[in-house]
């Protein structure tokens, strides 16, 4: 399987998923606009461990939405979801959404 990104979103396949499972299936949330990513169909589980986000996808798809991207279908597997960063002169940040 290859990655997987929706805005600044990069979901990465992993053999496995480890963590503690989520009551929600939020995997991103901007912090300017109070956007969300998040699994808005299918059957799936979202772990967190040492402050990385693992998806399960149980279901043939899941549908990953946002309020500003086209929603995107995620196939059965296990997923690492990465936030992308960018650099600026005073270090790395997470990408405002």
């Known amino acids: 399987m290859k ?3 929706q805005g600044d979103v990069i ?5 496995q998923v480890d963590g503690q499972k989520k009551l929600d299936l939020i995997l991103a949330e901007g912090e300017v606009t109070g956007h969300k990513h998040k699994i808005s169909e ?3 589980e ?3 461990k040492d402050g990385t986000l693992y998806l ?7 549908l990953l939405t946002h309020e500003e ?3 995107i279908p995620i196939p059965q597997g296990n997923w690492l979801v990465k936030i992308q960063r960018e650099y600026e002169p005073e270090g790395w940040r997470y990408v405002a959404d």
């Open 3 to 5: 990655a997987i990104r």
């Open 11 to 15: 979901l990465l396949p992993v053999e």
């Open 42 to 44: 299918g059957e799936a």
């Open 46 to 48: 979202l772990y967190e």
């Open 56 to 62: 399960r996808v149980l279901s043939d798809i899941a």
């Open 69 to 71: 991207h086209q929603a």
